[in-house]
């Protein structure tokens, strides 16, 4: 195996740590970084949102202005004496229109992706789940003159025609920064991912790092180096706690030196410390997020760490990268094509209107703003099969909450609110069931295992929720003037957020939602239970399991044949026809 070694060569230069704050009047006031020798910004879990966030004002920002910012930040805050590196940790498609309106999903998106400059890339598990995205990762960016010593995995490796295996990037990288000419051993590992494609192999990292390589690794560079940094698409915080796993290994091989995580997959803001010289960050999803590190001196005997949530938008990039003008001729460039790629594959085009926003997570599910509650009061109702209700009291409709991917915003509702919302199409199946027994099937699912067929599991609202318990009692924020958004709670505290917002409640999302059934039905009365084609074998197994413990062996046993075809139109196609109602009502 070759070993690729990415040297930057640079000044020597002093690193004082300093801290900023500048604001203007007129805005909430937000809170400042605190600069050190190295300095990170990472982002993560992306999923296609290069192009703003049109109808949410806190994310206003394109990727072309975060390329404007990287370039400011980097001239008017950096400077000379300190570094500047920009990590990102994967799942850069699948969420957006940007990204998979193309007839390669991604084709388009990672071209404008890799303009930013990122000194450390690797992939998540949303590179893995088709062979052409895994091809077009690897080719297009794993091996471009552009990212070829900057790209890194340690294990994941890619599969070539002949059924050969190769690094999914370099195996691990060593960097000397430019300024401050600090030494630092790079890793990089997917969480234990199980159902890539067959063009690529992920070994769990915890086996990988018990490989010969990584001691070998370990041995020559140990005292060579200031630094490790690990770019992970592993959540720092989650019930395997794997991360933390990796970090135990990790430090029998480099018991003293820093050790600097970056995090992905379940898309929160998250920051951990694990020792007195270790520490991860996670900065979120779907470009909401820009995540800032530093050190102060990772050769210190204290250690400082210091980590700030920055929101994707104008005004933090302002404040941060202090300067008046915030549009660099590469950004601008950048935002124009960001533009254009979405007018060529019409995401503009205006399907319809949602007068009040709609959240998955952040109400309750009897909330009337909750999303879920629209589909199950509003939407589903409006579905009509091809089968007559007239041998049956009442149908019951079925759908599973991962199968709906983002929140749904007031404002106009376009061909990329679909991409972002409800992309997925469906068929529905029905069996006809006591009520008895159909009653008791949401409850069953609910109990059981996530489902997940529709959606990739991290999309689930349910798990931004952080695994760990928290380490802090941080107020509610329940302030009118401000907009609701990210009030971080983590290892450091409650202030990690750039921007003072109102708090958010993150209620727990259930498996499966349906809609009520408001007559006063007998037990021994029949209803059609209608649920999603991909749903039929968790909702033949679920009635197999209530009906015999009710009936015992006079139960009878469904089968999977038992579940007949529905007819009627996807969710999907429901939710556009209502945003398109509202829309002719508006302009009524
Ligand atoms: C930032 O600094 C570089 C190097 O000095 C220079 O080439 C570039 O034009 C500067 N960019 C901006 C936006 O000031
Ligand atoms: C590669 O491996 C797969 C699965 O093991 C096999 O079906 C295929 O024939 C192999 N291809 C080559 C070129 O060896
Ligand atoms: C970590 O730092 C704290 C505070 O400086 C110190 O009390 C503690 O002993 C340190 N722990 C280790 C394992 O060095
Ligand atoms: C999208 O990608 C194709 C193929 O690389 C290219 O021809 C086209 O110009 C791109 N469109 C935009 C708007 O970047
Ligand atoms: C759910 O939210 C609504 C609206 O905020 C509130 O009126 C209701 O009391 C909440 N229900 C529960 C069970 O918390
Ligand atoms: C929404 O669509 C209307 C046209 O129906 C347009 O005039 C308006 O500018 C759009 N609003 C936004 C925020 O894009
Ligand atoms: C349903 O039950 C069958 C038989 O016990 C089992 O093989 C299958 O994996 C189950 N399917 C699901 C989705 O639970
Ligand atoms: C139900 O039917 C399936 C397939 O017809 C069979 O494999 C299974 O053993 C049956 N279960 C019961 C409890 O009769
Ligand atoms: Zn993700
Ligand atoms: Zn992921």
């Known amino acids: 195996m070759k070993w690729n070694f990415a040297l930057s060569v640079g000044a020597v230069a002093a690193f004082p740590t300093q801290f900023f704050s500048l604001w203007q009047n007129d805005e909430p006031q937000l809170r400042g970084l605190e600069l050190g020798k190295i300095n990170f910004l990472h982002t993560t879990d992306t999923h296609g949102w290069l192009g703003s966030h049109l109808t949410q004002n806190d994310y206003d920002a394109d990727w072309g202005d975060f390329l404007s910012f990287v370039e400011l930040f980097r001239n008017n805050t950096i400077g000379e004496d300190r570094d500047l590196l920009l990590v990102d940790t994967g799942d850069k498609r699948d969420g957006n229109g940007i990204s998979d309106a193309t007839e390669l999903v991604g084709q388009n998106s990672s071209q404008i992706f890799n303009e930013i400059d990122y000194d450390i890339l690797t992939l998540g598990n949303h590179e893995l789940y088709t062979p052409e995205g895994t091809e077009l990762e690897y080719r297009n960016t794993v091996l471009s003159e552009k990212f070829k010593n900057k790209y890194v995995s340690s294990n994941v490796e890619y599969v070539d025609a002949n059924n050969r295996t190769f690094p999914f990037g370099n195996k691990f990288l060593y960097i000397t920064t430019k300024n401050t000419r600090t030494r630092i051993l790079v890793l990089s590992f997917l969480f234990d991912f199980q159902r890539a494609n067959h063009k690529a192999v992920v070994t769990p990292a915890l086996e990988e790092l018990k490989k010969d390589w990584i ?79 530093s050190i102060d001196d990772p050769n210190s005997k204290d250690v400082k760490f210091f980590r700030r949530y920055i929101d994707f938008n104008k005004r933090s990039f302002r404040f941060h990268s202090m300067s008046k003008n915030i549009f660099t001729e590469q950004g601008s460039k950048l935002s124009k094509r960001i533009s254009q790629l979405r007018q060529d594959l019409g995401l503009n085009e205006i399907i319809g209107y949602i007068p009040k926003s709609y959240y998955l997570s952040a109400r ?225």
């Open 215 to 293: 001691n070998q690794v370990a041995g020559y560079y140990r005292n060579k180096i200031d630094m490790v940094v690990v770019a992970g698409h592993i959540p720092p915080t989650d019930p395997d706690n794997e991360l933390k796993l990796v970090h135990e290994r990790l430090r029998q091989l480099f018991p003293d030196v820093v050790v600097q995580y970056f995090g992905g997959h379940s898309h929160i803001r998250d920051f951990v410390r694990f020792d007195n010289k270790s520490t991860c960050l996670q900065s979120g999803k779907f470009a909401e997020t820009v995540g800032f590190l």
């Open 364 to 588: 309750n599910l009897s909330a009337e703003d909750n999303l879920y509650h629209l589909l199950t009061s509003t939407i589903l109702p409006i579905l009509e099969g091809d089968v007559s209700l007239k041998e049956v009291e009442d149908r019951l409709i079925m759908i599973n909450t991962g199968s709906v991917r983002y929140d749904l915003h007031k404002g106009n509702f376009t061909k990329d609110t679909v991409y972002n919302v409800i992309p997925f199409p469906n068929d529905w199946r029905y069996l006809k069931l006591q009520y008895k027994v159909a009653k008791l099937v949401e409850g069953v699912l609910n109990g059981g295992p996530v489902i997940f067929n529709l959606a990739p599991p991290e999309m689930r609202p349910l798990s931004c929720i952080r695994a760990t318990k928290k380490t802090f009692d941080c107020p509610f924020i329940n302030d009118p003037t401000l907009s609701e958004g990210f009030t971080t709670v983590d290892d450091d505290g409650c202030y990690g957020d750039d921007t003072p917002h109102r708090s958010q409640f993150q209620f727990k999302v259930p498996n499966v939602v349906q809609t009520q059934i408001n007559k006063d039905l007998s037990d021994e009365s029949y209803v059609h239970l209608v649920f999603y084609e991909f749903m039929t074998a968790h909702v033949v197994n679920a009635t197999n399991k209530i009906s015999s413990s009710l009936l015992g062996n006079k139960s009878p046993n469904y089968t999977l044949d038992d579940a007949k075809y529905y007819g009627g139109k996807a969710t999907k196609t429901l939710l556009n026809e209502w945003a398109r109602s509202n829309l002719l009502n508006k302009k009524k």
